[in-house]
């Protein structure tokens, strides 16, 4: 079960595009001047997208930008999960147990690609 509720919340956020350092969607296309500096190439709409890597998805999710996930950022990821599975996933995550996740375990419960 818990795989499958990890592989529908990763799919679901990367599917919808939750990308951690403000890539624009294709169909929102930057100003000239801005698409000069864009270093790393974007895939044409439709593409599909490259899996994140746990920093990424960490950044992206880490909204206050404190370095750890609280309860509430950690559910971003589980939109249509039942309140008591993402508790029970967030508990499994918080290895220390001091209610937040570190990037350190963030990273050891992210699925490897």
Do not use: C, H
């Not at 951690?20 to 296309?29: E, F, L, R, T, V």
């Not at 997208?49 to 950022?73: I, M, R």
């Amino acid at each position: 079960m818990t795989k499958s509720i990890l592989k529908t919340a990763f799919g679901g956020l990367i599917a919808a595009g939750l990308m951690a350092y403000g890539q624009q969607p294709q169909d929102n296309p930057q100003p000239a001047q801005q698409q000069e500096k864009q270093t790393q190439p974007q895939a044409p709409a439709g593409a599909p997208q490259q899996p994140q890597s746990a920093e990424q998805v960490f950044a992206a999710l880490d909204t206050n930008k404190d370095g750890k996930l609280s309860p509430e950022e950690f559910g971003k990821l589980f939109r249509d999960a039942k309140v008591s599975d993402v508790q029970a996933e967030f508990a499994k995550w918080d290895k220390n147990g001091d209610k937040s996740i570190t990037m350190d375990e963030f990273k050891a419960g992210f699925p490897q690609q």
